[in-house]
């Protein structure tokens, strides 16, 4: 594999290279600085990997013309619209030149194999159900990641690509959820959870108990164990957490900002006085490994799943290491052929329409949710 | 004070005396051993405190005879029934001779100040708005509770008292937080925040944005800080954290999971060899402090508030050490005379049927739903 042509841009013949990664250049907080410290990581880690690096030519070259190692990896692409955290889903919609946009028209056209961004979420969503559609069979795309348990990693989802749900919804979730923590936690046969505030079955809403419902009696019966608590998430109850985008984007904040605050507050214990300073140096290794472990940068890097292509969402926030780490995810799922095997996944399950129907009574299905076979 | 008479039980000349607290005996996963047990170690903290404790008899007469510092205090009343986890809402309604109807009774009928009970949420709920009812003015009484961040403890609200609520149910939480942190905090104008999937105003469904709009125009606009997310809880950025019972109750336990996790990786990294062990001796005092101060039983005892009276409700897995903290929490509102001071608060704001109309459109509030006024 030959580095890009670093002057390349847009030539039509460049155009037709298959690409690894389409990559927003102008999403995320510190975008496009941080985009490219964090492509400029990558390509120590991926040797070889090549990236088409969408937005502001003028304000791209210069700051690659400064990293040569994302520099030798990225071929840019002109796209002068730029979607901020501001721009609601409608009007990211009718922009028909922005960065994410063109990201994922790559990847539909076959481009690329995967997008990355850490732009606004609700946007990418908005476009990728439009640009890219999803798997037929399921509804709604999910943002999925993984979260750190006492008994290993973790996969929740949705993690706020539908901030309202309804039980039709949380049962593919389940289904995807299963599939996804089948490739990226190698197991042969994850567990499920469905969150909810208490483990009777009697608890919660008429949504959660419908979706369990349909769930027991679905061929995912045997992984499925029922209602998990908050809790459960980080005791690693089951192996995938089902939720519905709003309480999923909630709670992985909630842990993210709760293992932060002990985080700071271990960091005061030993900095109190020279011999907690001694004990911080004695215990220093396994301390380390635990920050480490702990790190949100090594959980940074959601995926969009359920549609015909792959998209990781950065972290907005994110610095240049949880970038990259978001290119270290999108690159997995792109070597383990992720969304082939979803795709069968899904197609062994059969669509959810074939599902008992109870929990996909006319009333509980909102009229603007498009039914399962139009994707 | 004298010790109540241990044969006393249901004696009419008794039940005129006046009790600090009702205890319901029966409610909780170790009930009633570990209610007894707890008022045990409450008998040491608050000498003199008298406790009306409900529940079967023939069950708590042989346990409060082994345990005398929890006889001394008590004075029993029998209640044959029991609400259990899986008692659903309207048959606990139903139930006239329950031990948490009785306690409540207690409290309604000005026997007792507070009621505290480990029993099911659902069903405290229904029983209080029944007997204790709504403050007028308020619809649906929250369960409050203090939880830990890097600025000092948080009020967060609901955590569970509702699973759906709407934009006028989350006015009507941010105005009880305020005036609770009033009270737990001891801050004189505490700051608000509705917890949301991102900060942004237009982040969120229609019922965070709409409850959002209306507080921006209250008389609370001051002390609004607009939107917080689930990291926003520990990071302590506002005294108030307002949500829906459904994400407070996830987002509340999955906090304490995340910390549960940090002190099991940390216990693993102390124990991993002579040095770290040492490591451990000379950062302890910080470590036992920091333990301390994040032990969840030390934040159990959530409070349902926006009732007339004050109803304490412990955790339902909660040991002897959790529940004897819910009766601290009690005593703390039966000493601060908390319940006048929200009345007081909401009365000064005015109700909230006084607000500005877009939030509360018809459309918006379900037929199940009693006026504000009806209490």
Redo the contacts between chains.
Sequence with gaps: MTAADPEAGNQAGRDSVAYALAVDAMGGDGAPGIVIDGLALAAERHPGLRVLLVGDQAVLEPLLARSPAARAMCTTRHAPGVIS??T?GTAALRMRDSSMRLTMEAVARGEADCVVSAGNS?AMLALAKIVIKTIPGIDRPALAAIS???RGDVVMLDL?AN??CNSRNLVEFAIMGEAFAQVVLGLPSPTIGL?N??S?Q????DRVRQAADVLRASPLAGQFRGFV???????GTTDVVV?D???G??????????????????K???N?NA??R??????????D??RE??DPRRYNGAVLIGLNGVVVKSHGGADAEGFAHAVDVAMNMVTHRFNERIRQGVAQLGPVAAYPAPALAAAEIKPDIRLATTG
Excluded: C
Aim: charge should be neutral; avoid cysteine; glycine fraction near 16%.
């Design positions: 955290n501001e609601k609700g750190p348990s006492a706020g901030v309202a969150l505030v208490g009777e009697i608890k919660g809403d608590e908050g809790h459960d998430i980080t005791a939720t985008g709003f309480t984007n909630v709670a992985l904040k909630t842990g993210e900002g709760a293992l932060k605050l002990a985080g700071t507050m271990l005061q214990v030993f109190a011999i907690s001694l004990g911080y140096v004695m215990a220093r290794p396994g301390l490994r635990m472990w702990l």
